[in-house]
């Protein structure tokens, strides 16, 4: 089993930046994709940015630009930096880490938006 824990979610202004961070229990080097995923009342949970292997980035439209994914092999930790933050970027944010055909979820960590 792959423990998935995510961190750095809070209270953000509008315009405001968040880090979050995903520490994964097993080396993030052998993953072949990791994701951060977000899931907001009433909606369902959504890709936001996905990174592979092999350096690859995927966003979705509304976050390009603004949030960026990236990775830490020696503290198997995955981040997503959020900048610019608009009152629709509220929502519970997972982390999803694969591994070969396995995949593992994090207990998500929740980000609200607020003046």
């Known amino acids: 089993q792959v423990h998935v824990v995510e961190s750095g979610g809070g209270l953000v202004q509008p315009g405001g930046s968040l880090r979050l961070s995903c520490t994964s229990s097993?080396?993030?080097?052998?993953?072949?994709?990791m994701g951060w995923h977000r899931q907001a009342p009433g909606k369902e949970r959504e890709m936001v940015a996905r990174l592979g292997n092999n350096g690859g980035t995927n966003y979705e439209h509304s976050v390009e630009g603004r949030f960026i994914i990236s990775r830490d092999n020696e503290k198997d930790t995955v981040y997503l930096e959020m900048n610019e933050i608009k009152a629709e970027d509220a929502a519970v944010y997972y982390c999803?880490?694969?591994?070969?055909?396995?995949?593992?979820w994090g207990q998500g960590t929740q980000v609200t938006v607020s003046a």
């Open positions: 999803n880490l694969a591994y070969g055909v396995h995949s593992y």
């Open positions: 097993k080396s993030i080097a052998s993953a072949n994709v």
